[in-house]
């Protein structure tokens, strides 16, 4: 019987891998950095007023006007930015939605805490 022929691959000559990493523009990266933060802020406000805006609605009309406002303003937050000359398409997705989570839980936590005391009626 013929041996067979044990086939080893041939080693290839290990190439001299060295890491090169991207370049990092940090101006401009605190530059986009900065300005989400802008934005954050000018969400915030509005989040608070609209918040005690619900409140008036709420002690005026009803319930179901406050949650007529919430939606809306979800809905249309991004338009209201943009009234408000704010840029939101140079900032990344991730933080849009992570304003519009923090506009929802700002907005709920104003309107709550105006229905109760001591704020609210007693």
Not at 32 to 56: C, E, P, R, S
Request: overall charge neutral; charged content about 20%.
């Amino acid at each position: 019987m013929a041996k067979k022929k044990r086939r080893t691959p041939k080693k290839k000559e290990e190439e001299d891998y060295e890491f090169v990493p991207p370049e990092f523009d940090e101006k401009e990266f605190l530059v986009n950095d900065i300005y989400a933060t802008k934005v954050l802020g000018v969400t915030v406000v509005l989040a608070i007023i609209l918040g005690a805006f619900a409140y008036f609605l709420h002690q005026l009309v009803d319930v179901l006007a406050g949650y007529l406002l919430l939606l809306a303003s979800l809905g249309t937050l991004n338009t209201i930015l943009q009234l408000l000359r704010v840029d939101t398409a140079s900032v990344e997705n991730k933080t849009l939605i992570g304003n519009y989570l923090t506009f929802l839980f700002l907005f709920l936590a104003t309107w709550i805490i105006a229905l109760n005391p001591p704020f609210g009626p007693v």
